[in-house]
């Protein structure tokens, strides 16, 4: 089942509407997303480009030579991360209303998870070695 996001910042500056092919996010624990937000990032993997509005709010960090991160200039809102090759774009689940009912379905660089926290139930884990090797197989 198909579902159309709708999302904003929290100053309203920058909207984003993306689409996506399943009700489901995934947990970073990677030290740049943790650095980033404060804690585990959570994303919707959005498959296809999103529809921006208010792009000259936007600025992009390069968080490493493959990535890059996007956020509202006005307010600081996280916007997505996105890898310079590939067409990986992911959106982090607060930027949206009505995702209550979405579950999460993995954790990735789950070797770099601080043991102070933990998701209930179960899960696909991987390690970051296990998660680039999705993006480069040998």
Not at 6 to 19: N, P, S
Not at 42 to 58: F, P, Q, Y
Not at 124 to 129: A, F, N, R, V
Request: proline share 4%.
């Amino acid at each position: 089942m198909s579902h159309t996001l709708h999302g904003k910042c929290l100053c309203g500056e920058v909207t984003v509407t993306a689409a996506c092919d399943h009700a489901e996010f995934d947990a970073c624990h990677c030290p740049t997303c943790r650095k980033w937000g404060g804690g585990p990032l959570l994303v919707i993997d959005c498959k296809t480009d999103a529809v921006w509005s208010g792009e000259r709010h936007i600025g992009v960090f390069e968080s490493s030579e493959w990535a890059e991160r996007g956020f509202c200039k006005h307010c600081g809102t996280h916007l997505f991360y996105r890898l310079k090759q590939g067409g990986f774009l992911a959106l982090p689940l607060g930027l949206f209303d009505g995702v209550e009912h979405f579950t999460l379905q993995k954790e990735v660089f789950i070797d770099a998870k601080p043991e102070g926290y933990t998701f209930a139930g179960e899960r696909k884990k991987l390690t970051g070695e296990e998660l680039f090797a999705l993006f480069n197989p040998s």
